[in-house]
Protein backbone atom coordinates (compact mmCIF):
# COMPACT_ATOMS: atom_id res chain seq x y z
CA UNK A 1 0.00 0.00 0.00
CA UNK A 2 2.66 2.45 1.04
CA UNK A 3 4.53 1.64 -2.16
CA UNK A 4 1.90 2.49 -4.14
CA UNK A 5 0.86 5.73 -2.40
CA UNK A 6 5.04 6.63 -3.20
CA UNK A 7 4.19 5.65 -6.76
CA UNK A 8 0.76 7.57 -6.95
CA UNK A 9 3.04 10.63 -5.75
CA UNK A 10 6.06 10.38 -7.52
CA UNK A 11 3.96 10.04 -10.93
CA UNK A 12 2.00 13.07 -9.46
CA UNK A 13 5.74 15.22 -9.11
CA UNK A 14 6.94 14.27 -12.94
CA UNK A 15 3.56 14.79 -14.53
CA UNK A 16 2.36 18.05 -13.28
CA UNK A 17 4.76 20.50 -14.41
CA UNK A 18 3.89 19.90 -17.96
CA UNK A 19 0.09 19.58 -16.54
CA UNK A 20 0.20 23.05 -14.74
CA UNK A 21 2.19 24.42 -17.76
CA UNK A 22 -0.98 23.57 -20.02
CA UNK A 23 -3.72 24.74 -17.29
CA UNK A 24 -1.85 27.83 -15.49
CA UNK A 25 -3.32 30.79 -16.92
CA UNK A 26 -0.07 33.00 -18.62
CA UNK A 27 0.99 35.82 -17.06
CA UNK A 28 0.69 39.49 -19.41
CA UNK A 29 4.05 40.44 -19.72
CA UNK A 30 5.48 44.01 -21.92
CA UNK A 31 7.84 43.41 -24.70
CA UNK A 32 10.81 45.13 -25.87
CA UNK A 33 9.14 46.45 -29.35
CA UNK A 34 13.12 46.07 -30.40
CA UNK A 35 13.31 42.19 -29.25
CA UNK A 36 16.04 39.96 -30.95
CA UNK A 37 12.98 37.60 -31.57
CA UNK A 38 10.56 39.83 -33.11
CA UNK A 39 11.36 39.84 -37.36
CA UNK A 40 11.20 43.03 -38.93
CA UNK A 41 11.07 43.11 -42.89
CA UNK A 42 11.90 46.99 -44.32
CA UNK A 43 13.54 50.10 -42.66
CA UNK A 44 13.11 50.85 -38.79
CA UNK A 45 15.23 52.24 -36.40
CA UNK A 46 15.22 52.38 -32.67
CA UNK A 47 14.40 55.71 -31.14
CA UNK A 48 14.19 56.44 -27.82
CA UNK A 49 13.43 52.64 -26.64
CA UNK A 50 10.90 52.93 -29.22
CA UNK A 51 10.62 51.13 -32.54
CA UNK A 52 9.99 53.75 -35.51
CA UNK A 53 8.84 53.30 -39.51
CA UNK A 54 7.23 55.10 -41.76
CA UNK A 55 8.24 53.45 -45.16
CA UNK A 56 5.11 52.27 -46.48
CA UNK A 57 4.99 48.04 -46.38
CA UNK A 58 6.80 47.59 -43.08
CA UNK A 59 6.16 44.83 -41.31
CA UNK A 60 6.30 42.59 -38.11
CA UNK A 61 6.29 39.44 -37.29
CA UNK A 62 5.75 38.14 -33.37
CA UNK A 63 5.84 33.92 -32.39
CA UNK A 64 4.33 33.00 -29.53
CA UNK A 65 2.38 30.71 -26.77
CA UNK A 66 -0.46 32.80 -25.34
CA UNK A 67 -3.96 33.68 -25.42
CA UNK A 68 -3.36 37.68 -26.44
CA UNK A 69 -1.01 40.25 -27.74
CA UNK A 70 -1.70 44.27 -27.82
CA UNK A 71 0.66 46.68 -29.44
CA UNK A 72 1.28 49.99 -27.76
CA UNK A 73 1.88 52.79 -30.15
CA UNK A 74 1.28 56.61 -31.57
CA UNK A 75 1.89 58.44 -35.05
CA UNK A 76 2.17 62.25 -35.50
CA UNK A 77 -0.41 62.32 -38.05
CA UNK A 78 -2.39 58.67 -38.96
CA UNK A 79 -1.35 55.56 -39.60
CA UNK A 80 -3.13 52.04 -41.13
CA UNK A 81 -1.85 48.89 -40.21
CA UNK A 82 -2.57 45.79 -41.91
CA UNK A 83 -2.78 42.52 -39.13
CA UNK A 84 -3.01 39.21 -39.57
CA UNK A 85 -3.64 36.05 -37.21
CA UNK A 86 -2.49 32.86 -37.63
CA UNK A 87 -2.33 33.38 -41.71
CA UNK A 88 0.07 34.12 -44.09
CA UNK A 89 -0.24 37.00 -45.39
CA UNK A 90 -2.85 36.86 -47.88
CA UNK A 91 -4.00 40.05 -49.60
CA UNK A 92 -7.02 40.35 -47.73
CA UNK A 93 -5.77 41.21 -43.73
CA UNK A 94 -7.52 39.55 -40.65
CA UNK A 95 -8.03 43.36 -39.13
CA UNK A 96 -7.30 46.59 -39.88
CA UNK A 97 -6.43 48.94 -37.23
CA UNK A 98 -6.01 53.13 -37.06
CA UNK A 99 -3.30 54.19 -34.86
CA UNK A 100 -3.69 57.82 -34.05
CA UNK A 101 -1.79 60.71 -32.33
CA UNK A 102 -2.64 59.21 -28.40
CA UNK A 103 -0.64 56.65 -26.95
CA UNK A 104 -2.73 53.49 -27.52
CA UNK A 105 -3.17 50.48 -26.77
CA UNK A 106 -4.50 48.45 -29.24
CA UNK A 107 -5.74 44.51 -29.13
CA UNK A 108 -4.23 42.71 -32.12
CA UNK A 109 -5.25 39.08 -30.74
CA UNK A 110 -7.24 37.74 -28.02
CA UNK A 111 -9.09 34.30 -26.60
CA UNK A 112 -6.13 32.48 -28.47
CA UNK A 113 -6.18 28.95 -27.58
CA UNK A 114 -3.36 26.81 -27.07
CA UNK A 115 -0.45 25.87 -29.18
CA UNK A 116 2.00 28.31 -30.89
CA UNK A 117 0.64 31.47 -32.71
CA UNK A 118 1.83 33.91 -35.14
CA UNK A 119 1.02 37.69 -35.95
CA UNK A 120 2.17 39.28 -38.76
CA UNK A 121 1.91 43.61 -39.04
CA UNK A 122 2.12 45.70 -41.88
CA UNK A 123 2.21 49.38 -42.17
CA UNK A 124 -0.23 49.77 -45.31
CA UNK A 125 0.12 53.90 -45.30
CA UNK A 126 3.04 55.79 -46.45
CA UNK A 127 5.28 57.83 -44.72
CA UNK A 128 4.07 61.51 -45.61
CA UNK A 129 0.83 60.12 -43.94
CA UNK A 130 2.49 59.27 -40.49
CA UNK A 131 5.38 57.98 -38.66
CA UNK A 132 4.89 54.85 -36.75
CA UNK A 133 6.30 54.43 -33.20
CA UNK A 134 6.21 51.52 -31.63
CA UNK A 135 6.50 51.73 -28.09
CA UNK A 136 6.10 47.68 -26.82
CA UNK A 137 4.14 44.94 -26.81
CA UNK A 138 2.17 43.23 -24.35
CA UNK A 139 1.64 39.42 -24.50
CA UNK A 140 -0.81 37.69 -22.06
CA UNK A 141 1.78 34.49 -22.98
CA UNK A 142 5.56 33.46 -23.83
CA UNK A 143 7.46 35.03 -26.96
CA UNK A 144 9.00 32.94 -29.20
CA UNK A 145 12.26 33.45 -32.05
CA UNK A 146 10.05 34.60 -35.04
CA UNK A 147 10.48 32.37 -37.96
CA UNK A 148 13.39 33.21 -40.17
CA UNK A 149 12.35 35.52 -43.23
CA UNK A 150 11.70 33.91 -46.67
CA UNK A 151 14.28 32.53 -49.14
CA UNK A 152 13.63 35.38 -51.58
CA UNK A 153 13.53 39.17 -50.83
CA UNK A 154 12.17 41.92 -53.54
CA UNK A 155 12.96 45.65 -53.04
CA UNK A 156 10.75 47.93 -54.67
CA UNK A 157 11.57 51.45 -55.82
CA UNK A 158 8.37 53.62 -56.75
CA UNK A 159 5.59 56.44 -56.19
CA UNK A 160 2.50 56.41 -55.35
CA UNK A 161 1.13 53.34 -57.48
CA UNK A 162 4.04 51.26 -55.21
CA UNK A 163 2.46 52.58 -51.93
CA UNK A 164 -1.35 51.61 -53.32
CA UNK A 165 -2.89 55.09 -53.25
CA UNK A 166 -6.17 54.84 -53.91
CA UNK A 167 -6.43 50.99 -54.19
CA UNK A 168 -8.81 50.45 -51.50
CA UNK A 169 -12.39 50.10 -53.01
CA UNK A 170 -13.30 53.67 -54.60
CA UNK A 171 -14.67 55.71 -57.34
CA UNK A 172 -11.47 57.48 -59.57
CA UNK A 173 -12.58 60.86 -58.76
CA UNK A 174 -12.92 60.11 -55.21
CA UNK A 175 -10.50 62.16 -53.46
CA UNK A 176 -7.48 60.67 -51.70
CA UNK A 177 -7.79 59.38 -48.14
CA UNK A 178 -4.94 57.38 -45.97
CA UNK A 179 -7.88 54.97 -45.34
CA UNK A 180 -8.25 54.42 -49.36
CA UNK A 181 -3.96 53.74 -49.08
CA UNK A 182 -3.14 49.94 -49.06
CA UNK A 183 0.38 48.96 -50.18
CA UNK A 184 -0.82 45.17 -49.73
CA UNK A 185 -3.17 45.66 -52.70
CA UNK A 186 0.28 47.43 -55.24
CA UNK A 187 1.81 45.47 -57.46
CA UNK A 188 5.16 45.41 -54.93
CA UNK A 189 3.55 43.17 -52.73
CA UNK A 190 1.38 41.13 -55.28
CA UNK A 191 4.38 40.28 -57.09
CA UNK A 192 6.19 39.21 -53.37
CA UNK A 193 3.28 36.98 -53.18
CA UNK A 194 3.06 35.57 -56.15
CA UNK A 195 7.23 34.65 -55.60
CA UNK A 196 6.77 33.94 -52.31
CA UNK A 197 9.21 36.64 -51.12
CA UNK A 198 9.71 38.86 -48.88
CA UNK A 199 9.16 42.35 -49.62
CA UNK A 200 11.08 45.99 -48.80
CA UNK A 201 9.27 48.80 -50.38
CA UNK A 202 10.81 52.12 -50.54
CA UNK A 203 7.68 54.59 -52.33
CA UNK A 204 6.55 58.31 -51.31
CA UNK A 205 3.54 59.30 -53.47
CA UNK A 206 4.28 61.98 -55.96
CA UNK A 207 8.11 61.63 -55.69
CA UNK A 208 10.58 61.40 -59.17
CA UNK A 209 14.02 61.16 -60.03
CA UNK A 210 14.68 64.50 -61.75
CA UNK A 211 11.56 66.31 -60.60
CA UNK A 212 8.65 65.54 -58.37
CA UNK A 213 4.79 65.83 -59.28
CA UNK A 214 3.83 69.40 -59.89
CA UNK A 215 7.41 70.48 -59.20
CA UNK A 216 6.57 69.71 -55.42
CA UNK A 217 8.69 69.50 -52.43
CA UNK A 218 12.71 69.51 -52.97
CA UNK A 219 13.99 65.89 -52.58
CA UNK A 220 13.73 63.34 -55.56
CA UNK A 221 14.03 59.70 -55.22
CA UNK A 222 17.67 60.30 -55.62
CA UNK A 223 18.07 61.93 -52.11
CA UNK A 224 15.40 59.81 -50.28
CA UNK A 225 16.87 56.36 -51.40
CA UNK A 226 19.56 56.69 -48.47
CA UNK A 227 17.01 57.31 -45.50
CA UNK A 228 16.15 55.23 -42.84
CA UNK A 229 12.90 56.87 -42.49
CA UNK A 230 10.89 58.30 -45.83
CA UNK A 231 10.15 61.73 -44.20
CA UNK A 232 12.97 62.58 -41.91
CA UNK A 233 15.95 64.95 -43.14
CA UNK A 234 18.31 64.55 -40.00
CA UNK A 235 17.58 60.34 -39.33
CA UNK A 236 20.76 58.60 -39.69
CA UNK A 237 21.19 57.00 -43.35
CA UNK A 238 20.11 53.24 -44.15
CA UNK A 239 22.70 50.81 -43.55
CA UNK A 240 22.38 48.87 -46.42
CA UNK A 241 25.56 46.92 -45.97
CA UNK A 242 24.14 45.16 -42.87
CA UNK A 243 21.12 44.50 -43.91
CA UNK A 244 19.59 41.70 -45.54
CA UNK A 245 20.16 41.99 -50.02
CA UNK A 246 17.46 41.44 -52.03
CA UNK A 247 17.55 39.12 -55.19
CA UNK A 248 16.17 41.87 -57.36
CA UNK A 249 15.47 45.29 -56.99
CA UNK A 250 12.33 47.05 -59.46
CA UNK A 251 12.09 50.86 -60.19
CA UNK A 252 9.15 51.93 -61.02
CA UNK A 253 9.39 55.94 -61.54
CA UNK A 254 9.08 58.68 -64.18
CA UNK A 255 5.61 59.20 -63.91
CA UNK A 256 5.53 62.19 -61.83
CA UNK A 257 8.72 63.58 -63.61
CA UNK A 258 6.48 64.13 -66.73
CA UNK A 259 3.51 65.82 -64.74
CA UNK A 260 2.48 69.19 -64.36
CA UNK A 261 5.09 72.01 -65.81
CA UNK A 262 8.28 71.38 -67.55
CA UNK A 263 9.63 68.04 -68.24
CA UNK A 264 13.14 67.57 -67.74
CA UNK A 265 15.41 67.22 -70.51
CA UNK A 266 16.79 63.67 -71.72
CA UNK A 267 20.21 64.56 -70.42
CA UNK A 268 19.13 65.44 -67.48
CA UNK A 269 16.59 63.18 -66.70
CA UNK A 270 19.44 59.89 -67.37
CA UNK A 271 22.23 61.33 -65.21
CA UNK A 272 19.91 61.26 -62.00
CA UNK A 273 18.07 57.72 -62.86
CA UNK A 274 21.74 56.74 -63.31
CA UNK A 275 22.36 58.17 -59.68
CA UNK A 276 19.55 56.44 -58.59
CA UNK A 277 20.70 53.11 -60.11
CA UNK A 278 24.30 53.73 -58.89
CA UNK A 279 23.42 53.71 -55.07
CA UNK A 280 20.91 50.53 -55.57
CA UNK A 281 24.36 49.12 -57.50
CA UNK A 282 26.92 50.43 -54.38
CA UNK A 283 24.48 48.94 -51.68
CA UNK A 284 24.17 45.37 -53.57
CA UNK A 285 26.61 44.72 -55.73
CA UNK A 286 26.66 43.86 -60.16
CA UNK A 287 25.11 40.58 -59.65
CA UNK A 288 21.59 41.97 -58.21
CA UNK A 289 19.47 42.48 -61.19
CA UNK A 290 17.43 45.52 -61.73
CA UNK A 291 14.15 45.86 -63.31
CA UNK A 292 13.07 49.48 -64.61
CA UNK A 293 9.67 50.06 -65.62
CA UNK A 294 8.23 53.09 -67.73
CA UNK A 295 5.33 54.36 -67.00
CA UNK A 296 2.08 54.01 -69.25
CA UNK A 297 1.17 58.05 -68.61
CA UNK A 298 3.57 59.59 -71.27
CA UNK A 299 5.47 57.77 -73.70
CA UNK A 300 8.05 60.33 -73.87
CA UNK A 301 8.47 59.06 -69.64
CA UNK A 302 8.96 55.32 -70.86
CA UNK A 303 11.44 56.34 -73.87
CA UNK A 304 13.26 58.13 -71.21
CA UNK A 305 13.57 55.02 -68.66
CA UNK A 306 15.07 53.20 -71.79
CA UNK A 307 17.54 55.26 -72.55
CA UNK A 308 18.69 55.69 -68.73
CA UNK A 309 18.90 51.99 -68.70
CA UNK A 310 21.14 51.94 -71.76
CA UNK A 311 23.02 54.47 -70.40
CA UNK A 312 23.40 53.59 -67.16
CA UNK A 313 27.10 51.71 -67.58
CA UNK A 314 25.81 48.84 -65.23
CA UNK A 315 25.49 45.14 -66.20
CA UNK A 316 22.10 43.42 -64.70
CA UNK A 317 19.83 45.85 -65.94
CA UNK A 318 16.72 45.50 -67.85
CA UNK A 319 13.58 47.71 -68.91
CA UNK A 320 9.39 46.82 -69.91
CA UNK A 321 6.74 49.42 -70.41
CA UNK A 322 3.90 49.20 -69.21
CA UNK A 323 1.59 50.01 -72.29
CA UNK A 324 -1.61 52.79 -72.14
CA UNK A 325 -4.19 50.04 -71.79
CA UNK A 326 -2.47 47.63 -69.29
CA UNK A 327 -6.03 48.49 -67.36
CA UNK A 328 -9.05 50.64 -68.49
CA UNK A 329 -9.62 53.87 -67.16
CA UNK A 330 -13.26 53.15 -65.47
CA UNK A 331 -13.85 50.27 -62.94
CA UNK A 332 -9.76 49.60 -62.81
CA UNK A 333 -9.27 52.90 -61.14
CA UNK A 334 -9.60 53.91 -57.60
CA UNK A 335 -9.46 57.43 -55.75
CA UNK A 336 -7.45 59.96 -57.46
CA UNK A 337 -7.33 58.23 -60.51
CA UNK A 338 -4.88 56.19 -58.96
CA UNK A 339 -5.48 51.95 -60.11
CA UNK A 340 -7.17 49.89 -58.01
CA UNK A 341 -6.19 46.30 -56.66
CA UNK A 342 -7.91 45.14 -60.11
CA UNK A 343 -5.17 48.10 -62.06
CA UNK A 344 -2.62 46.93 -59.58
CA UNK A 345 -3.32 43.25 -60.37
CA UNK A 346 -2.88 43.51 -64.05
CA UNK A 347 0.50 45.41 -63.58
CA UNK A 348 1.37 43.01 -60.98
CA UNK A 349 0.85 39.99 -63.90
CA UNK A 350 2.20 42.12 -66.90
CA UNK A 351 5.59 42.57 -64.67
CA UNK A 352 6.04 38.75 -63.67
CA UNK A 353 8.04 37.58 -66.14
CA UNK A 354 10.36 40.34 -66.40
CA UNK A 355 11.22 39.52 -62.81
CA UNK A 356 11.87 35.79 -63.76
CA UNK A 357 13.68 36.70 -66.46
CA UNK A 358 16.04 38.74 -64.22
CA UNK A 359 16.38 35.85 -61.18
CA UNK A 360 16.24 32.98 -63.22
CA UNK A 361 12.77 32.63 -60.75
CA UNK A 362 10.29 29.71 -62.39
CA UNK A 363 6.63 30.99 -63.44
CA UNK A 364 4.08 29.08 -61.71
CA UNK A 365 0.63 28.16 -62.65
CA UNK A 366 -1.51 30.16 -59.45
CA UNK A 367 -3.48 32.86 -59.27
CA UNK A 368 -1.65 36.06 -58.88
CA UNK A 369 -3.42 38.19 -56.11
Known amino acids: MKRNILLILLAAVLVSPAAWARAAKYETVKLDPASPEILYTGRTMVQDGAVVCNWSGVYAQLKFEGSALKINCRTDRKVMLNVWVDNPMGAEADLVVTVGQKDSSIVLASGLGKGQHKVFIQKRSEGGQGTLFINSYELTGKLLPADPGKERLIEVIGDSYTCGYGTEPSHKNDPFKVETENCNYAYGCIIARYFDADYRLVSHSGIGVARNFNDG ?110 HNNEDELGASNHPNYRGQKKKAMALIPYVATATGWQLEDKPVR
Open 217 to 326: GKYTMVDLYSRTLDTEEDCPAWDHKSARKPDVVIIYLGTNDFSRGKAPTLAHFCKKYKSLIDQVKSAYGESVPVVCVGSRIDEMAGTYVKEAVERCGHSNVSWMQFNATI
